[in-house]
């Protein structure tokens, strides 16, 4: 595999887990109506989306894969 389409799957990859941690991070505020371990267990999903989006980021940055906004 050449290093072009591993980069573009890496940044496929990224844009998911991106969109994924928005996502999660919404639903944060969706749970509030229903309680506080509702909101703990939406809380606790989405900083692991978080993390895995800032992971990716990292493998990014240490190819020299930006991407432009």
Do not use: W, Y
């Amino acid at each position: 595999m050449n290093s072009s389409v591993a980069h573009a799957e890496l940044i496929a990859t990224f844009k998911r887990a991106q969109a994924d941690a928005a996502h999660k991070l919404g639903l944060i505020k969706a749970a509030a109506n229903k309680g506080p371990k509702a909101v703990q267990a939406a809380t606790e999903t989405a900083a692991k989306a978080v993390k895995r989006r800032d992971s990716f980021a990292k493998k990014m940055d240490n190819l020299g894969v930006s991407l432009k906004d």
